[in-house]
């Protein structure tokens, strides 16, 4: 069990033979009062420069966004695979993607180590009052941090090293910019991806309650569960690919004009090809026929004249039950529903 000492801009780690490690290396940040985890900057691990110059406001950001980088669970731990892994994103970002720069704010390797992604990351982290605008979610890249973790966590969780790097790093990251807990979110939340994969993203709440743990800031409840919409897609596990949710989309797809779809509460091919379509119609990031935090939103946004099947939708969710059909639809409503019977 290490021993934290939580200070008002951030913590001081104790008993961690990890700090002690990395420090003394060249481009590694000494583990000092308040500093944080060990990070690795862009000199440190050979970053190209940018091609244009970084944004940076002078705003704090409000939330985390927790990703994986969907590569190979590798089993090399060493510093030289993670500086590997962020040279080869940056260049997948800046060559691929036509970004100026890599995309997320920090990378954390299997490993454990932890590297600045795009630059000015850390000085504007350091500062914890400014905000370097990303590039890891569209729509939330001015407002939150990104990290990225090595790996692809749809069966299996992270490593040790990983993990605990990660709550070190999301607590630094809460106290630095005043972040509460409980706004540490996955991809996922906000579009419709699979990633931080089933497993990383399930260990959400327990990633709250750990960085609370860190900051002092006990987390409980509901405020560890935060606000999300159920992922659904073909083939998934559990009620991602069947069930009363699957039902509700079908009659909200239907809502939004797929009237040659079957309502069976079964995600088969009819029903990836309808998203596909709506995501298309739609002009959504991703046209991939999962539905996560982007079409979830704009699905329950039915056109006028689509009443009956928005009425077959929501009593799919209440179980037939009118007395727990809300007089009220608004898009929280929907969320609510929709977790609910998710996790029932
Ligand atoms: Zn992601």
Not at 111 to 123: A, C, I, K, T
Not at 194 to 206: A, E, I, N, S, T
Not at 270 to 280: E, G, L, N
């Amino acid at each position: 069990m290490s021993v934290y000492i939580v200070t008002r801009r951030g913590f001081v780690l104790g008993g961690l033979a990890s700090g002690a490690l990395l420090s003394g290396l060249p481009g590694v940040a000494e583990a000092s009062s308040a500093a944080g985890p060990p990070i690795i900057d862009c000199d440190g691990w050979g970053a190209r420069p940018n091609s244009r110059i970084v944004n940076v406001v002078n705003d704090r950001p409000v939330k985390i966004l927790v990703h994986h980088t969907a590569t190979a669970n590798v089993e090399d731990y060493g510093r030289g695979a993670a500086e590997g892994l962020a040279r080869a994103i940056q260049n997948f970002h800046m060559d691929r993607r036509g970004w100026i720069d890599s995309g997320q704010h920090f990378t954390i390797s299997r490993g454990g180590f932890v590297l600045e992604g795009r630059r000015r990351s850390l000085e504007a982290l350091r500062s914890g009052r400014k905000q370097v605008e990303g590039a890891h979610c569209t729509g939330q890249n001015l407002v939150s941090i990104g990290i990225e973790n090595e790996g692809t966590y749809t069966d299996t969780g992270p490593p040790g090293a990983l993990w605990d790097r990660l709550r070190e790093m999301c607590a630094y990251v809460c106290g630095q910019y005043g972040i509460r807990p409980g706004e540490i979110f996955g991809h996922r939340d906000f579009k419709d991806t699979l990633c931080p994969g089933d497993v990383l993203y399930g260990m959400l709440p327990r990633l709250r309650g750990e960085v609370g743990d860190l900051l002092g800031k006990r987390v409980e409840g509901s405020s560890l569960r935060a606000a999300s919409w159920p992922l659904l897609r073909e083939g998934g596990p559990g009620t991602s690919s069947r069930g009363p949710v699957v039902l509700a989309a079908q009659h909200l797809l239907r809502a939004a004009g797929a009237l040659d779809l079957t309502v069976d509460g079964d995600f088969g091919p009819a029903m990836t090809h309808a998203v596909r379509r709506f995501q298309a119609e739609h002009a959504t990031e991703e046209v991939n026929g999962i539905i996560g935090g982007e079409s979830w939103p704009l699905l329950v946004r039915p056109p006028p004249g689509a009443d009956d099947e928005v009425a077959r939708a929501v009593y799919a969710l209440v179980d037939g039950s009118s007395t727990r059909a809300p007089s009220v639809l608004d898009e929280g409503v929907w969320r609510e529903l929709l977790t609910h019977a998710a996790s029932s």
